[in-house]
């Protein structure tokens, strides 16, 4: 491992640090050091669904969760808790807690509590990687906003119901063509945050990229005028673990050719 | 991890990497999309390997500085699993903020040079109390904006019915001004201007999110929902609690001690700067009040949500403002568990919120947020309220 990223960075000036911007090289490396290492990586969910009643772990538990150290994970009158043998501690929401080397996190919805446990990575996971960097695929145009306000639940990035205000049509030049890509603003849980987003399919889907769809996220430039930098496009979560349900493909954000840019897809490496 | 050192490392190599040490004061910067958000540094890498980050008068500690291969630094804030990594050279900094949140770590550019960001005095015609509409698509919302002239330059506050988002700092320069707060965590940045008797700008949070907004100067009528009107309570039954202190023994509102009592239960966080503006009127209320028959009990609502380090916050928040009333692990600072724990109240609970109940056990007013001693004058006015509130619940009682 060590010796690939020396690698990388004796031959980055040649092929990659010419070009590729350094803010977008550190997102990448850092991305993938997550997704490989990090102890809540989606390649390290062994469940992933509705808190409905009792979540049990340990050799009670559910298949997936009987090697966790002895818990019960429930909501009752003390709001979430989780109950070990040294006893009953709350459990916030959109955070990660601890239980033994395991690490489980439970999202709020509009459909209700989601909940994700995380099993000790077991391998190291290597990431698919990205096409290279082109320039030719930043691209700026201008965000129509839309004829009336519009919401609607979707699935995020991560798997998790969110709901959604339509932000516009974002229209731009991508390749010499004329494209018209629909954008929602997807809020990030706990915070004043969101993110204009872009979730799309191209000539690549279901071959070199995710068939369902990829992420990006506009960036403001000034007024109505944004950038979507397609070589930051995103695989949903699912594209890492089937333990995630995949966001539906949205309607009308087909690009019929390929964009070759963002990140790579290979079958599940679990 | 290690990619990421290298990685920054490439991108920075062929730069002269100073040796010079880190100590010192540092203007930085995060560039946001938006433009970049100005606040402070301290560092003291070399002696005590700390550091502190500064909106204004307002300074957070880093929980550690550590040096890094190849002439580089790592910040860690570790309340908020972030860490600012940068490329140290003589006199600057250079590099990105990092903080991990459910869909994977995010970065913001970073940068910073040695020295202070200049004072930018504002000019009078943008201070002062200002009703906004943040307009972001469909769900117009409202917010107060609180804008003074201070020897740091431009500070102030964003207030929405819940609570205000923390002090923020800047300055303003031909009729623009930008003001931001960084705490690690939150990263937040106002920019805008007059037009007119107006005040146009945008809200910005994070890399990317920004939401415009309107304003108006305050005229006084009532442009958020009065801090009573926020959270309505089930009033029909006695107000009911139950829960561990940090030592792990349970209090409860059917205890010796509160029966018969005017009782004022806080909501509140040791993460919540409000809070902590507002612990001081509490402890003074118990100390001019308890003899008469006053009791105070904190339910805190915290990050973790276990027990041990809960409690060590916990406790140290009691010991910072010397309270001597019982403070109680609730749960935890996410939406719901305040409503789940607390199910006679409804509402969007703010933190602190102030409940005030008389000898009955009934719940005679709840009082959300709170107007810190940055507001001067309606701080005042609100602590004179509340002591008279107070009063007047005891003297019911005939105490």
Redesign the interface.
């Known amino acids: 491992m060590l010796s690939r990223i020396l690698l990388a960075c004796l031959v980055a000036p040649s092929f990659l640090g010419a070009q590729i911007p350094a803010a977008v090289q550190v997102e990448r490396a850092d991305y993938a050091e997550w997704l490989r290492t990090s102890t809540s990586s989606p390649y390290a969910a062994v469940f992933h669904g509705p808190l409905s009643g009792d979540l049990v772990f340990g050799s009670e538990g559910q298949a997936a969760l009987r090697g966790a150290p002895t818990a019960t994970l429930s909501k009752g009158l003390r709001g979430l808790g989780l109950r070990t043998d040294a006893g009953r501690r709350a459990v916030p929401r959109n955070r990660e807690v601890a239980l033994g080397d395991w690490r489980l996190r439970v999202s709020s919805s509009p459909q209700g509590d989601m909940v994700t446990v995380f099993a000790p990575p077991s391998q190291e996971v290597e990431h698919p990687g990205w096409f290279p960097y082109s320039v030719n695929l930043v691209i700026e145009g201008e965000l129509g906003r839309p004829d009336r306000p519009a919401e609607k639940a979707m699935l995020g990035l991560d798997g998790v119901a969110v709901s959604a205000s339509l932000a516009g049509t974002f229209v731009g030049l991508v390749l010499g063509e004329n494209v018209r890509l629909t954008a929602y603003r997807i809020p990030i849980p706990g915070s004043e945050e969101s993110e204009l987003t872009v979730f799309y399919r191209d000539g690549t889907s279901g071959a070199e990229t995710y068939p369902p769809g990829r992420f990006v996220v506009l960036e403001p430039l000034g007024g109505a005028r944004y950038q979507m930098d397609l070589n930051r496009s995103r695989n949903p979560f699912c594209a890492y673990n089937p333990r995630f349900p995949c966001p539906l493909p949205w309607s009308g954000n087909t690009l019929q050719f390929r964009v070759e840019a963002g990140e790579l897809y290979e079958p599940y490496h679990y | ?4 050192v ?6 920075t ?1 062929g730069t002269d990497a100073g040796q010079e040490g880190i100590d010192g004061h540092w203007r930085a910067q995060l560039d946001l ?2 433009g970049p958000l100005r606040f402070h540094m301290d560092l003291n890498g070399e002696g005590g390997a700390s550091g502190t980050l500064c909106n204004g008068a307002i300074c957070d500690a880093l929980s550690a500085v550590r040096s890094l291969p190849g002439d580089s630094v790592l910040l860690e804030i570790g309340d908020y699993d972030a860490v600012i990594r940068a490329h140290v050279s003589a006199d600057s900094l250079v590099g ?1 903020y ?1 903080n ?6 995010r ?1 913001i ?1 970073f940068r910073a040079t040695r020295g202070s960001w200049p004072i930018e005095a504002p000019p009078a015609s943008i201070t002062g109390s200002w009703d906004a509409i943040f307009t ?4 117009p919302s409202p917010r107060v904006l609180e804008l003074r002239d201070t020897e740091r330059g431009l500070e102030g506050t964003v207030i929405s019915n819940t609570g205000d ?1 923390g002090l923020f700092w800047g300055g303003a320069s031909d009729g623009q001004f930008v003001m931001s707060h960084f705490d690690g965590s ?3 940045m106002l920019t805008g201007g007059l037009d007119g008797d107006t005040l146009r700008g945008v ?1 910005h ?7 415009p907004f309107v304003a108006v100067r305050s005229t006084g009528a009532p442009h958020l929902k009065a801090p009573t009107e926020l959270v309505t309570v089930d009033a029909t039954t006695a107000f009911e609690w139950n ?1 561990p202190d940090v030592d792990g023994d349970f209090v409860s509102n059917l205890d010796e001690r509160f029966q018969g009592k005017v009782v004022i239960v806080e909501i509140f966080g040791t993460w919540c700067p409000t809070c902590h503006d507002s612990a001081p009127t509490m402890v003074k209320l118990y100390d001019m009040f308890h003899d008469r028959g006053l009791e105070i009990v904190g339910l805190s609502y915290e ?5 041990e380090i809960d409690g060590l916050l916990v406790r140290r928040f009691g010991e910072k403002f010397g309270i001597e009333y019982p403070l109680l ?1 609730a ?7 305040p409503h ?2 607390q ?1 006679q109240l409804s509402g969007p609970i703010a933190f602190p919120t102030a409940i005030f109940i008389d000898p009955s056990g009934q719940v005679r007013r709840v009082h959300s947020g709170f107007y810190g001693p940055a507001l001067g004058e309606v701080h005042e006015e609100l602590e004179q309220e509340l002591i008279q509130f107070t009063e007047e619940l005891l003297r019911e009682a005939g105490r």
């Open positions: 991890m290690l990619a990421l290298l990685v920054l490392g490439c991108a190599a999309a938006g990105f990092r991990v949140g459910n869909r994977g770590p970065t550019p972001p698509d469909d769900s988002s939150f990263v937040y809200f949070a994070g890399a990317t999110s920004q939401r829960f990050v973790t949500g276990d027990p692990l749960g935890v600072n996410d939406d719901d568990s789940e724990t199910p």
